[in-house]
């Protein structure tokens, strides 16, 4: 039975016009060409090219024969196609954009056992915002966003095709270097931080616009002493003594700091909605449905969160015998 190989010889003899044009083309001597040729022949039992001095033209035959050729060879050119940019997507990463990145310690072991089912799974993850998430959802350039919103949600079109999904909530709290007059109370109201050295976020961001509406609920106006993005340097500078913050609950799950955590005295303190945003078309929505689903079993809930009252997180640098720091 003839192959595509065959085809494709026909088919490049018949629009070159002759078996020695065709045979460069195809880079297989004239005489392994022919052969082929005659192969194909026999095999349909008719001849479908006229050879002479002049080339090789088609007969009746190699006419009704052409277009059909052609036709097969598209069909199997599409497959091969679909084939590679099937190949393609199953070994390109997982792209993960992420928003306040350090906060997201369930998602190691969300992936650690979701790669126990693949024999390797590739992941990228950036550290990036709840609006450059979105865009790059929206357009393909992530697979799975993470975003910190208001308790309001995220307001996402109906036809832009994009899906979210809560996760998980919390609220606010205070943190303040560990002898700080307020580190012994249980709540202390925000009206107490109006003379306080403040570390927020970045103006505009999303969680800084959070708390310049809870401020301003309150009474207070925001004079930040440090505006950073970086939680950890935050939390940093919390711990040097330069100044309190006022951070998402999760926070308290990163063991690793010498600083006292508060709570905030207020009738209302808005939550913050963790969000999972993904194309409902991704070629990935099964795998991005089975790692949420995974990581659920690691996400904080009401019964996880650490107690307040006396905490104190582990400090960052350890103090040696001789009095110095070592990290």
């Known amino acids: 039975m003839a192959d595509l190989r065959h085809y494709r010889y026909f088919v490049e003899i018949a629009q070159r016009g002759s078996f020695t044009a065709a045979s460069a083309s195809l880079h297989v001597t004239q005489s392994a060409l022919s ?19 002049h080339g090789a033209r088609l007969t009746s035959h190699g006419e009704a024969l052409f277009d059909q050729a052609m036709l097969l060879l598209s069909v199997a050119n599409d497959l091969e196609q679909s084939a590679r ?6 070994s390109r990463p997982l792209r993960i954009g992420a928003t306040m990145g350090p906060l997201l310690i369930w ?8 790669s126990q089912g693949n024999q390797r799974l590739d992941v ?26 208001g308790d309001s949600g995220l307001s996402v079109g109906s036809g832009s095709g994009v899906e979210t999904h809560r996760l998980f909530e919390d609220d606010w709290v205070i943190m303040v270097p560990a002898g700080h007059p307020f580190a012994e109370d249980v709540a202390v109201p925000l009206s107490a931080l109006r003379d306080e050295q403040l570390i927020l976020f970045p103006k505009y961001s999303a969680l800084r616009m959070v708390l310049d509406e809870l401020f301003t609920r309150s009474g207070v106006s925001l004079t930040p002493a440090i505006e950073t993005g970086w939680l950890e340097m935050a939390v940093r500078f919390v711990e040097v003594g330069m100044g309190v913050a006022v951070v998402p609950r999760a926070v308290t799950l990163l063991p690793y700091r010498d600083v006292r955590v508060v709570e ?3 009738a209302h303190v808005p939550r913050r909605v963790l969000t999972a945003l993904y194309r409902s078309d991704t070629p990935r929505r099964g795998t991005i449905e089975k790692l949420l689903s995974l990581a659920r079993d690691h996400m904080p809930s009401d019964d996880t ?12 640098h350890t103090p040696s015998d001789d009095g110095s720091t070592r990290r």
């Open 305 to 316: 969160w650490p107690a307040l009252s006396g905490s104190a997180f582990t400090p960052l």
């Open 35 to 53: 052969e082929q040729i005659l192969l194909l022949e026999r095999q349909l039992g008719c001849r479908l090219f006229d050879r002479g001095r």
């Open 85 to 90: 940019s099937l190949q393609r997507r199953q």
């Open 264 to 266: 905030i005295d207020e």
């Open 107 to 114: 998602l190691p072991e969300a992936l650690s056992r979701l």
């Open 124 to 149: 990228r993850i950036e550290d990036i915002t709840t609006a450059e998430i979105f865009l790059r959802i929206s357009i393909g350039q992530l697979d799975l966003g993470i975003a910190s919103v």
